[in-house]
Structures are given as C-alpha cells and as structure tokens.
C-alpha cells in the first residue's frame, strides 16, 4: 500500500522548504534564536551593572561626624569614604545631590554611654531607583556596627551574644530587582508565541499562495485526493516547522541562561530542563493555532507579498495579551484560560513564579487553543473545496 | 473515452459555456478550436472536474465524473493553462510527487518515472531543480507529471502555446504516439493550422455552443468552403480571434 496522500503532501512540503534559504533561517535561527538572544545580552548587562553599583566605592556624606567618632572610623575601615554631609539632607536626596546621608544627632554619645539605643538618621528617596542599592549597603554596614558593639556589651557581661539572637534571617528579594529585568521576564511567553508564529510563516505562504503563484495549484487540485488531504499535509509541515522553532528557542532560553553570570545581588534567572519541558508543554498548541491561522490568512491573498504583508501584520496581535499583563497581572480564571495565547502567557508566568500548575488548568488551555486551531484549519479546508480557488 | 453532454456553466451573469455536447474516442485526437474567450478553457476545466457544470453530463471511461470526481481525474491525464513546477525540486521528484498522489507505490513509481524521462528526453534535466528551466523543458516536465499514472485519456490546454518550433514538433510528435498507443486525446488551441494538421475530429466551439463538429472534410462541406480557414470563418460566424 502506498503512502496516506497528506504524508505525501507533508514530505514534499517539507523537503522543499528545507532547500529554502528564507525558510530555513526563519524557523531555525531568526525566529527561535532571536529572544533567547537579547535575553541573554541584556541580562549580562543588568548584571554588569548592579555589579559596578556594588563594587564602588561607597561614598557616605555624614552630618554630625564628630558625635559618633568611633563609628565613623570603623566605617573607614569597612573602606567607606567619608564625605562631610551637607547643610539640609533631606533637599540633598530629594535633588539627588547625594543617594544617602547618614545624620548623627548630637544626643549620640550620651545615649551610647547611657547603654541606650543610640539614634542615627538616613535621609534617602525611596523612588530614587539607583539608590537603593547604596541604601542596603549603608544600612547593613550599620545593623553591623550595632549587632558587634551588642555582642561585645553582652559578652563584657559574661552573657552568649547568641542569646539575644532569636532570628537569623536571611533575605533573597527577587521582587521588583529592576523594572528592565521585570519586563524582560513579562516578554518571555511572547518570546515562544513569537517563535512559534515565525517558525512555520513562509512555509505557510509558501505552500498556499506561493503554490497559486507558481501556478502549481491547478496541477495538483488535478490528482485524485481529497482536499482535506492537501490542506493537512500543509498545515502538518507548517506545524512541524512552527514545533520545531518553538522546541528550539525554549532550548536556547534553558541554555542561554546558564550563560548569565549570577546577578551579584543574588538573583538568578534560571530555566532548568524540566521546567523548560514543562513550558514547552503549555506552549505546544500555539503551533496549530498559527499554522492554521496563516495558511488562512495566505490562502486568501494573490500573492506571495501579499500574503506576507497581511500574514506579518497578524503576528503582531499575540503581544496583545502580554502587553495587558505588563499593565496589570491577568489571574488564572477560567475566562483567561479559555483565550487562546493570553492562557499560554498566563501558566508560562505561573511556572516562572514557581507556582504548582494544575492538570484542570493546563487542559482548558490546551482544549480551548486547540479547538480555535482546528476552526481555523477548518476554514482552510473550506476555502480549497471552494471553486473560486483558482 | 470522453463523453459530454449539454454542458452548460455561467460566472455570475457571464454565459461561458451554453451548450457544449461531443464525445472523444479512444484511438483519436479530438480538437477543441475556437477563439479566444469561446469557453474551451471552461468546458476542459468541467471535463476535469476542476468546475462544476451547471447542467449536463460528463463520463469518462462511462464514469460519471460528476458523481464520481476522483475516479474520473484518475482516468485522465491533463495538461491544464497553468503549468507551473515546484522550483525547488528536480524534474524527477516533480514527475514522483504527483505519482505517488496517485497511489503509485515505490517500484511503479520508478519504472514510470523512468520510462518517461527516456521518452520525453529529460535525461539532462531529471536531477535538476526546475529553476531555470526553459520553457520546453517545464512543459515536458508537465506533461511526465501528467503521464505518470498512465491513464487512457489526454487533455490538454493550448499544450503548444509558448513552445518553440522544436518543441512544437516535439510535441506534435508525441500527441500522434500516445494516439497510436489507443489513448483518447483531447486538446484546446486557437490555432487552426495546429487543429488541421494533427486532429482526426475537430470540434468548433464559439460563444459557448459548438457550431461545428466532425472531420477537417466533414467541416469543409458543412461550411461549402474548399478552403478549411474560410470553413472556420463561416461557422464561426466571424474571423475575429482566429488569428494566431
């Protein structure tokens, strides 16, 4: 017995788009790569930068120094620079003239002598973001001073400094590290719609109205196979092509990842393989949803161009949902999990969160993203049974 | 054999094809002559069920193409006016493609595929992507594309139409073979020197009905012309479009 006729359809599909330059870079390197890449590039110099915040000197204006000497020259010592502190602090941070100053009262020494705590002033901008980093420098060099001289005080009175100890906190903020980091982090699941929408276009095109260009379309509506077989040979290279790119550029992002040096303030972006598997999951019916889609859109144009202007456009609408929950974070409610794409976007954010995904979940978005997929691919088969094909 | 009857078919308000009946035997070449924009295009794309006849019968092999479309198109081999390969593939896999849509399994495939490459002369373009092709090499590839699954009955749209002289002959050439192997052969042109010189029927179609039907003497006397090109004038109502 010889072959299914769509198996047919599929091999010479794909075989002549593997020897098309165009193709071949749009779903094997621009489409997939392109994300990963700048994913990669602007995480090294979010890095490179927090970096150069950390390393630097830290230059602290101080009002009052001379109340509070010994502190002073221990903060020399942990290799600050110590400025004199401007006449109104709080105008110098509100002007950004300084990112912090440190103000000693002048009751310091009597309360230090007095055993009682012994008040310093911070003066900085919270909404100054370059500050902050300065801010938690500061203000951990000087919870550092404070738990010694405690410790020292409770040892002098033959007491464990741990005693007084009843915490040990350790903080891992991964919230709000940088707006730039963030966004980044929300283009993410376009990223993969992205490079399952690019992955499989020109051969979209180029099996539909390419085939009508070329004038080869007569010709083969003239072999003995039903339409639905041609149409479904098409779409399955399209989404083996789309599958394809999508399979790669979540690979590119596991990997490129683990090309980022660790964030010096201890955050790491990280897309271990299973977690990677299960991203890919989520993302998979995207592929028929565009591989239909742009046969749909192709098959309805007169040309190649044509078809690529229109079929270009489309691909911009799957940002929309990201978009939106750049604006304000869309939850996981049956209506989101029924739109296709904005679903994709929502559970991708979920397993980027950490959060345990569930089977229900996944399925209506697979359900509902899948059955839009086959309506489109309906409406191709459709369009070839029409006789105005031609 | 093709056998059509009051076939009819209109776009919108436009009448392509009133009234067309004739049937082609096996063993002949059966010519669709008239000017351009006559419906012959139209009445050879109902015959290979590309468009639906309005009314009418049409039977291929005394299968009724309109109940049965794809038993029909696995009767004929056509040549239709878009002729167009897949650039990206050599001659060869072209000529495979449509065999294996066909159904032909690997070993038919071959031996087919073969014999056709020998026939036509295809030898040095057969492992060639079709791009850049000259236009006497795409349409022979077409019409091994056509071949491939060897059905009895041939159609073919204005198949000379852009061929060089040689090709021309070629093609001419091959026509007479495929009428000597018993195959029935139908082919459009305008062209009435082609007409006379290679059909054994000719069918004169004009505003969509046929006007005249029968061997190049049966037309002279129909018309009362000795001179075939006046015959078609007369039918025809006018010389208007004959002029190749």
């Given at each position: 017995?010889?072959?299914?006729?769509?198996?047919?359809?599929?091999?010479?599909?794909?075989?002549?788009?593997?020897?098309?330059?165009?193709?071949?870079?749009?779903?094997?390197?621009?489409?997939?790569?392109?994300?990963?890449?700048?994913l990669?590039?602007?995480?090294?110099?979010?890095?490179?930068?927090?970096?150069?915040?950390?390393?630097?000197?830290?230059?602290?204006?101080?009002?009052?120094?001379?109340?509070?000497?010994?502190?002073?020259?221990?903060?020399?010592?942990?290799?600050?620079?110590?400025?004199?502190?401007?006449?109104?602090?709080?105008?110098?941070?509100?002007k950004?003239?300084?990112?912090?100053?440190?103000?000693?009262?002048?009751?310091?020494?009597?309360?230090?002598?007095?055993?009682?705590?012994?008040?310093?002033?911070?003066?900085?901008?919270?909404?100054?973001?370059?500050?902050q980093?300065?801010?938690?420098?500061?203000?951990?060099?000087?919870?550092?001073?404070?738990?010694?001289?405690?410790?020292?005080?409770?040892?002098?009175?033959?007491?464990?400094?741990?005693?007084?100890?009843?915490?040990?906190?350790?903080?891992?903020?991964?919230?709000?590290?940088?707006?730039?980091?963030?966004?980044?982090?929300?283009?993410?699941?376009?990223?993969?719609?992205?490079?399952?929408?690019?992955?499989?276009?020109?051969?979209?095109?180029?099996?539909?109205?390419?085939?009508?260009?070329?004038?080869?379309?007569?010709?083969?509506?003239?072999n003995?196979?039903?339409?639905?077989?041609?149409?479904?040979?098409?779409?399955a290279?399209?989404?083996?092509?789309?599958?394809?790119?999508?399979?790669?550029?979540?690979?590119?992002m596991?990997?490129?990842?683990?090309?980022?040096?660790?964030?010096?303030?201890?955050?790491?972006?990280?897309?271990?393989?299973?977690?990677?598997?299960?991203?890919?999951?989520?993302?998979?019916?995207?592929?028929?949803?565009?591989?239909?889609?742009?046969?749909?859109?192709?098959?309805?144009?007169?040309?190649?161009?044509e078809?690529?202007?229109?079929?270009?456009?489309?691909?911009?609408?799957?940002?929309?949902?990201?978009?939106?929950?750049?604006?304000?974070?869309?939850?996981?409610?049956?209506?989101?999990?029924?739109?296709p794409?904005?679903?994709?976007?929502?559970?991708?954010?979920?397993?980027?969160?950490?959060?345990?995904?569930?089977?229900?979940q996944?399925?209506?978005?697979?359900?509902?993203t899948?059955?839009?997929?086959?309506?489109?691919?309906?409406?191709?088969?459709?369009?070839?049974?029409?006789?105005?094909?031609? | 054999?093709?056998?059509?009857?009051?076939?009819?078919?209109s776009?919108?308000a436009?009448r392509?094809?009133?009234d067309?009946?004739?049937?082609?035997?096996?063993?002949?070449?059966?010519?669709?002559?008239?000017?351009?924009?006559?419906?012959?295009?139209?009445?050879?794309?109902?015959?290979?069920?590309?468009?639906?006849?309005?009314?009418?019968?049409?039977?291929?092999?005394?299968?009724?193409?309109?109940?049965?479309?794809?038993?029909?198109?696995?009767?004929?081999?056509?040549?239709?006016?878009?002729?167009?390969?897949?650039?990206?593939?050599?001659?060869?896999?072209?000529?495979?493609?449509?065999?294996?849509l066909?159904?032909?399994?690997?070993?038919?495939?071959?031996?087919?595929?073969?014999?056709?490459?020998?026939?036509?002369?295809?030898?040095?373009?057969?492992?060639?992507?079709?791009e850049?092709?000259?236009?006497?090499?795409?349409?022979?590839t077409?019409?091994?594309r056509?071949?491939?699954?060897?059905?009895q009955?041939?159609?073919?749209?204005?198949?000379?139409?852009?061929?060089?002289?040689?090709?021309?002959?070629?093609?001419?050439?091959?026509?007479?073979?495929?009428?000597?192997?018993?195959?029935?052969?139908?082919?459009?042109?305008?062209?009435?020197?082609?007409?006379?010189?290679?059909?054994d029927?000719?069918?004169?179609?004009?505003?969509?009905?046929?006007?005249?039907?029968?061997?190049?003497?049966?037309?002279?006397?129909?018309?009362?012309?000795?001179n075939?090109?006046?015959?078609?004038?007369?039918?025809?109502?006018?010389?208007?479009g004959?002029?190749?």
């Open positions: 017995m010889s072959r299914r006729p769509w198996l047919t359809v599929f091999v010479k599909e794909a075989r002549e788009n593997l020897r098309d330059r165009r193709t071949v870079t749009s779903a094997l390197l621009l489409g997939p790569l392109m994300f990963p890449a700048i990669v590039v602007m995480l090294t110099a979010i890095g490179g930068r927090i970096a150069s915040d950390l390393e630097k000197t830290l230059k602290l204006p101080v009002v009052g120094a001379e109340h509070a000497p010994n502190l002073v020259t221990w903060l020399r010592q942990q290799s600050v620079e110590i400025q004199p502190g401007p006449a109104d602090p709080k105008q110098a941070v509100m950004k003239d300084a990112e912090v100053v440190l103000v000693i009262p002048p009751g310091y020494g009597e309360d230090w002598r007095a055993g009682r705590p012994a008040t310093v002033e911070l003066h900085y901008d919270r909404t100054h973001d370059r500050a980093t300065t801010l938690r420098r500061v203000r951990s060099l000087l919870e550092g001073y404070g738990a010694t001289i405690g410790a020292l005080r409770l040892t002098v009175r033959g007491v464990d400094p741990a005693v007084a100890r009843t915490l040990a906190i350790e903080e891992r903020d991964a919230a709000g590290v940088d707006p730039l980091l963030a966004m980044l982090v929300a283009f993410f699941p376009y990223g993969l719609i992205f490079a399952a929408f690019f992955g499989g276009m020109y051969l979209a095109i180029d099996s539909t109205s390419g085939e009508r260009e070329r004038m080869t379309l007569e010709p083969l509506l003239l003995p196979v039903p339409r639905a077989q041609l149409v479904l040979g098409k779409l290279a399209t989404v083996a092509f789309s599958t394809v790119s999508l399979t790669l550029c979540v690979a590119a596991s990997f490129g990842l683990t090309l980022v040096p660790e964030m010096p303030n201890g955050v790491q972006l990280s897309l271990p393989p299973l977690k990677a598997l299960q991203i890919l999951l989520i993302a998979l019916p995207v592929v028929l949803l565009a591989s239909a889609s742009q046969m749909l859109i192709a098959s309805f144009t007169r040309s190649y161009r078809a690529q202007t229109y079929v270009q456009f489309f691909q911009i609408i799957p940002i929309v949902p990201t978009l939106v929950q750049m604006l304000s974070p869309v939850e996981a409610t049956p209506a989101t999990l029924l739109t794409v904005l679903s994709q976007s929502v559970l991708i954010s979920l397993v980027g969160k950490g959060r345990p995904l569930e089977l229900a996944v399925a209506m978005s697979w359900g509902a899948l059955a839009v997929g086959m309506l489109f691919a309906a409406a191709v088969v459709w369009f070839y049974r029409r006789e105005k094909i031609l | 054999m093709i056998e059509l009857e009051s076939l009819a078919k776009f919108g436009v392509a094809v009133q067309v009946s004739f049937r082609a035997e096996d063993g002949r070449i059966t010519g669709l002559l008239g000017p351009n924009g006559a419906g012959k295009t139209t009445t050879l794309r109902m015959l290979y069920t590309l468009l639906r006849p309005d009314r009418g019968r049409i039977a291929i092999d005394g299968v009724d193409a309109l109940a049965r479309p794809e038993e029909a198109r696995r009767r004929l081999a056509v040549l239709p006016d878009s002729r167009g390969l897949y650039k990206r593939l050599t001659a060869r896999e072209n000529i495979e493609y449509f065999g294996r066909h159904g032909l399994d690997e070993a038919a495939l071959r031996e087919r595929t073969d014999r056709l490459v020998r026939e036509l002369e295809l030898g040095d373009v057969e492992h060639r992507h079709a850049g092709f000259s236009q006497g090499q795409r349409v022979k077409a019409i091994a056509a071949l491939v699954h060897a059905p009955n041939l159609l073919l749209d204005e198949p000379t139409n852009g061929l060089d002289v040689m090709a021309t002959r070629a093609m001419r050439a091959l026509l007479r073979r495929l009428r000597g192997e018993g195959r029935c052969i139908v082919f459009s042109s305008h062209i009435m020197q082609e007409v006379a010189s290679l059909c029927v000719i069918v004169v179609v004009a505003h969509g009905r046929v006007v005249a039907r029968g061997s190049p003497d049966e037309i002279r006397a129909q018309a009362g012309e000795s075939l090109e006046d015959a078609f004038v007369k039918v025809i109502g006018t010389g208007e004959l002029l190749a």
